[in-house]
């Protein structure tokens, strides 16, 4: 292909640096996008993406509001980034997210007399348990009857959204409010997760900061994180080699739906303290985005994750002047998932005089 | 007259009828994936395309004030979503799990933020005149199958048509071999001079056009409105029923059928004011999908090349 007296021709080897800015690229085209479409919808792009840049890190509790959404981007993204590592394209983040912050909000309920710092553990394991579990399903049927988990996963996501919009409106509702918001009773106070002062950062940042040092250490530093590593780059090799490739993958999808479930029990114990519909606000989307953005690494996890928290929490502070974030920030993860690939192929070609 | 009949036969008709209506956007959807897989591209993306021609055609319809031209704005609309799914599955060869999945989310946030720049925000919707019944002279005045085919709207009949119309395309024209070549074995069908590419592009495109007719239909010809993720998951419930229908239109037909009617169950239960959830019977559909899947799973076996991009000079 030739044009202008410039020839594409394919690299023989990608500089680890271009690699490392195809990324960067995808982001900052985003942003031209999201500039782009606040133009369509009649807004000054330049001016809106100023606000959106202050609406997200103007001052300490914007910062705060923006680091929230991120922690729990980050824990969701892990999982996502353990699952697509397999190679299972895990789409049900947001039913495993449910199923989570249901297992915490019944746990902090049932046990509200036992000490936070005993409790505090006791949510998370049950969260990672119920959101394991919700993944569990998608892995077994991946892994036994090759079912295409793109689609049980979605599947799971609608069962998950109708039992919690059930369980709100009947056996978990709160009963002193019949006739008021469908929404299960308050967690005591003294077990809710505690705040930075002024804001509503909770303690999920230190939790994700963690699991993304656990879920590193997981990935490279063990037997199981090897073979996970293994099976995604290639379950036929990894067969021949030895290893059990349905059991990795059931195991894989475990650690992301369990994941995505300590994302959801953060929201009600750190956030909305009470079980409510529309918990999950597309966070299993979102997370998918940042995972594939980062490249599959959880540290650039964080640096993604803060980025898309910024631009959801920027354009919500935008609201009042547009009326249109939520559909805007969808709009620009689907762009973003395909100036990825985009990108990716790109960086594989070069521009050279004839 | 015995009444107890009677209410069983127009509970049946009402329901078999109900459950055609529900099932056109599912058939429709489902028939333009086995087109597209057939040729050896796994669009899953179709849920994104769905809502796409959903909000298309319903705003060509407020615009133009004919539900016709609106159709077209929604075909138009998703041969571009499936040019931008070929043009990632078929030219960049990227993995169409990856690729089909941002198709999904940018369909679903566009439809969505489309709809608030072209209708603002409400506090009532705006809803359109639609595509509404089309009785057909004679057939729809037979007892009971009348009712149930002959009183659709347009799009379920064009729908059904679909059927043994590509089932004849795949099986007995040239189109059809090629199509079938090219998703079964593309080396070869480049060796004899078919061009793998061309083939590709004009199934996933013709395949998202028939997606967007499926969420078309949703919008103006069932609700007559258009609301976020409106769709509902009926995508790739339709991806779900071309493995189950085995990538051919005919199994596929009954597959869709089946969905149709489980949602037409569910609705007729509700209406009944059984004491069971509601949220219960909304499941019913998602978890059929699941069990329907894992029955097929042993005997499904896709064209050979699906999902694997065509390099010439490899495998």
């Known amino acids: 292909m030739r044009f202008l007296g410039l020839r594409v021709e394919k690299r023989q080897t990608i500089p680890p640096l271009l690699r490392a800015l195809a990324p960067v690229l995808t982001a900052a085209l985003a942003l031209a996008a999201s500039g782009l479409l606040i ?7 330049i001016e809106s993406l100023r606000m959106i840049a202050v609406g997200a890190f103007g001052n300490v509790q914007n910062l705060g509001e923006t680091l929230v959404k991120a922690s729990a981007l ?3 993204g892990l999982g996502m980034i353990v699952a697509f590592r ?7 983040g947001e039913g495993q997210l449910i199923l989570g912050a249901i297992a915490g909000t019944w746990v902090g309920l049932r046990f509200a007399d036992l000490s936070p710092l005993l409790l505090f553990p006791l949510v998370v394991v049950a969260a990672f348990a119920a959101g394991g579990a919700w993944g569990a399903i998608a892995g077994w049927l991946k892994a036994r009857l090759q079912l295409n988990e793109v ?3 979605i599947m799971l996501n609608y069962l998950a959204i109708y039992t919690l919009n059930w369980l709100v409106r009947g056996p978990m509702r709160a009963p002193g409010l019949a006739g008021g918001f469908p929404q299960s009773e308050a967690i005591e106070q003294a077990l809710w997760w505690p705040r930075l002062a002024g804001t509503r950062l909770h303690i999920g940042v230190i939790l994700a900061v963690f699991l993304c040092l656990a879920v590193s250490f997981i990935l490279y530093k063990t037997p199981w994180g090897y073979r996970m590593r293994a099976v995604g780059a290639n379950p036929e090799a990894a067969r021949f080699g030895g290893i059990n490739v349905g059991r990795t993958l059931v195991l894989a999808m475990v650690l992301s739906g369990g994941l995505a479930g300590i994302a959801g029990a953060g929201e009600i114990f750190g956030l909305h303290h009470r079980l409510l519909d529309g918990i999950s606000s597309g966070y299993g989307y979102t997370g998918i985005v940042v995972a594939l953005l980062a490249k599959l690494n959880p540290f650039a996890t964080i640096l993604t994750s803060v980025f898309f928290a910024g631009l959801a929490v920027g354009m919500e502070a935008m609201q009042r002047s547009l009326g249109t974030p939520f559909a805007l920030i969808a709009s620009i993860q689907g762009l973003v998932v395909l100036l990825m ?10 521009l050279r005089r004839v | 007259m015995d009444w107890n009949q009677f209410f069983q036969e127009a509970f049946i008709v009402s329901l078999l009828a109900g459950a055609v209506r529900l099932s056109t956007p599912i058939i429709l959807a489902a028939l333009g994936e086995v087109i597209s897989e057939r040729s050896g591209v796994l669009n899953l993306g179709v849920e994104g395309v769905m809502l796409m021609g959903a909000f298309g055609s319903f705003w060509g319809e407020t615009v133009t004030g004919s539900p016709w031209l609106g159709l077209v704005i929604g075909m138009l609309i998703g041969a571009l979503m499936g040019l931008i799914m070929a043009f990632f599955s078929v030219t960049l060869k ?6 089909g999945m941002g198709l999904y989310l940018f369909g679903m946030g566009m439809s969505s933020f489309l709809y608030r720049i072209a209708y603002g925000v409400r506090t009532t919707p705006p809803s359109v005149e639609g595509l509404s019944g089309l009785h057909l002279p004679v ?5 009971v199958v009348g009712p149930i085919l002959f009183q659709q709207d347009a799009l379920a009949y064009i729908a059904i048509l679909l059927v043994p119309v590509l089932s004849f395309v795949l099986a007995r024209t040239t189109l059809g071999l090629k199509i079938r070549a090219v998703g079964e074995n593309p080396q070869a069908a480049d060796t004899l001079g078919v061009s793998v590419n061309a083939v590709r592009y004009l199934c996933v495109i013709f395949g998202s056009v028939l997606a967007a007719l499926g969420g078309a239909h949703v919008a103006i010809a069932h609700l007559k409105l258009f609301g976020d993720n409106m769709t509902v998951g009926r995508g790739f ?8 229908g085995k990538w051919r239109p005919a199994m596929t037909l009954v597959g869709a059928l089946v969905f149709g009617g489980a949602y037409a169950l569910q609705l007729w239960i509700q209406a009944t004011g059984a004491p069971i959830p509601h949220q219960i019977l909304l499941m019913l559909p998602y978890i059929l999908t699941i069990l329907i899947l894992a029955l097929v799973a042993r005997q499904a076996r896709g064209p050979a090349a699906l999902t694997k991009p065509f390099r010439r000079g490899e495998g």
């Open chain 2, 94 to 99: 990227v993995d169409q799990v990856i690729s």
């Open chain 2, 139 to 143: 057939l729809s005045d037979l007892p």
């Open chain 1, 341 to 350: 690939l985009l990108s990716d192929v790109l960086v594989g070609y070069r």
């Open chain 1, 151 to 153: 689609i049980v996963t």
């Open chain 2, 237 to 244: 419930i339709a991806v779900a029923i071309v493995y189950f």
């Open chain 1, 74 to 76: 980050i824990i969701v």
């Open chain 1, 39 to 45: 133009r369509l919808a009649g807004g000054d792009p």
């Open chain 1, 86 to 92: 397999s190679q299972v394209a895990n789409i049900g």
